[in-house]
């Protein structure tokens, strides 16, 4: 069972990631909504992270389209010349964002738990997100990210507890970034 | 008896008492005298037998004195070398047993370096994660390949059972032919679209188990790294 305290501590360290990976300063402007399901999500590709404590094993995913808007967003963040942006190192440079978010979640959790690990990015299509009940998730929770003058993105997160979860995280208003690894 | 007669007898009596008086005098205050002295030679004796009856037993005293000295002498003697003898054993304990110590931490530390090892493990599971997700995807195409094939042969059996209503009579059996094959491609197209449901599903469930296992690889890892920094922090203290 999971807690509302640890649902609401989960939330708030995925939105507060969110705003540490895809947007250049914390502090620019954002909308975070929270959605019903991911059948809406106009996404093609989802970039999919995982956190793995001995109490529970939560995804993180990160939709997205290789629209030219998204890249031109994704350019401007990591200040990369877009026009030199192939699909290759826009696929990298999503899976970056996708780490710093994970990474800042991590770090939060690793408030409470002293033993989690990340594991790296992959890009699989969206469709497999249609199939997140296989998995035995016991929380989801999925978000609607609107950047003003910017693209839209869908993020989800997925728990599966094997223990009981209660734990209640503050998340500060501000923090500069997430966790950076090689991958 | 006349007057002079008694003036000179009164002078005789005086003449001769007087002297009488400071003889008895003398007498009485030599034999208080001797007594006095023979009182205090008395006690001088006395005093000297008790002198002698005190240094006798003051000699004892200095007697047992010393041999108890010697004794305590010869027991503390026995007990410091019982004590340095001891303390000998303990520091040969101790030293053997902070070798064993640090001979663990070192074992401790050997069969950690050796568990740290296992993210080679890890490396080659994301590896093996990558030809499988290299496989699924040329599992994808192969099944777009054949749901195209499907959506044609569903164009081929409509145009067949247009061509079999041309030929009317003549074309029934050809029609009845069209219809099977359309329903045969209708089941493939459905096939192949659950095929592809399948594999999304698959490449979720292959991507989330990697993932999976690289995670708690990595938590494995943080925690063999953690134990590894204390087990030098223990060593180094015995060490010191």
């Known amino acids: ?37 991911v059948s809406q999500f106009s996404a093609s590709k989802v970039v999919i992270l995982s956190v793995s404590s001995y109490f529970f094993r939560m995804l993180v995913l990160i939709y997205f389209s290789p629209d030219e808007l998204t890249k031109a967003h994704l350019a401007s963040i990591n200040r990369v010349d877009v026009t030199t942006m192939d699909t290759q190192t826009f696929f990298d440079v999503i899976s970056e964002c996708g780490n710093i978010c994970c990474g800042s979640v991590n770090r939060d959790l690793a408030q409470v738990f002293p033993h989690v690990g990340m594991s790296t990015p992959n890009i699989v299509d969206k469709q497999c997100a249609h199939h997140l009940d296989v998995l035995g998730s016991s929380y989801q929770h999925h978000f609607a990210v609107t950047i003003p003058q910017g693209p839209r993105f869908h993020a989800s997160l997925c728990l599966t507890e094997f223990e009981d979860l209660d734990f209640d995280i503050q998340v500060p208003e501000q923090q500069s970034s997430g966790e950076l690894e090689m991958f | 008896m006349d ?32 007594v006095m002295r023979a009182q205090a030679l008395s006690l001088e004796q006395s005093l000297q037998d008790e002198l002698n009856h005190l240094s006798a037993q003051l ?54 370096g050796t568990l740290l090892g296992l993210v080679k493990t890890f490396e080659r599971w994301h590896a093996d994660m990558n030809v499988l997700i290299r496989h699924n995807r040329e ?26 209503a041309r030929a009317g009579e003549q074309g029934q059996g050809f029609a009845v032919v069209a219809s099977e094959m359309r329903n045969l491609a209708s089941r493939a197209e459905k096939l192949s679209k659950d095929y592809r449901n399948r594999l999304y599903e698959n490449d979720l469930i292959t991507t ?17 790294i953690g134990l590894n920094v204390i087990n030098n922090k223990a060593k180094d203290a015995l060490s010191a």
């Not at chain 2, 108890?68 to 000998?88: D, F, I, M």
Request: hydrophobic share 40%; proline share 2%.
């Open chain 1, 1 to 37: 069972m999971i807690s509302q305290n640890a649902k609401r501590s989960l939330n708030d360290m995925l939105e507060r990631a969110i705003r540490a990976s895809l947007l250049a300063s914390p502090e620019s402007p954002i909308d975070i909504e929270p959605v019903a399901d």
């Open chain 2, 3 to 34: 007057s002079s007669a008694f003036i000179f007898l009164l002078g005789i009596f005086l003449g001769a008492s007087v002297p009488a008086w400071f003889v008895s005098r003398y007498v009485r205050r030599n034999a208080a005298n001797h």
């Open chain 2, 59 to 112: 000699q004892d005293c200095e007697q047992q004195l010393s041999h108890a000295r010697h004794v305590t002498e010869r027991e503390l003697e026995q007990l410091e070398s019982t004590h340095q003898s001891a303390l000998q054993q303990l520091q040969q304990q101790y030293s053997e047993g902070l070798g064993r110590a640090i001979g663990s931490f070192d074992s401790v530390g050997e069969e950690v």
């Open chain 2, 139 to 164: 599992m994808h195409a192969m099944n777009d390949d054949f749901s195209t094939i499907v959506k044609q042969m569903v164009i081929v059996t409509l145009n067949a059972s247009i061509e079999a």
């Open chain 2, 208 to 224: 989330t188990t990697f993932q999976g296992l690289q995670a708690g690889g990595k938590m494995i890892m943080g925690s063999v």
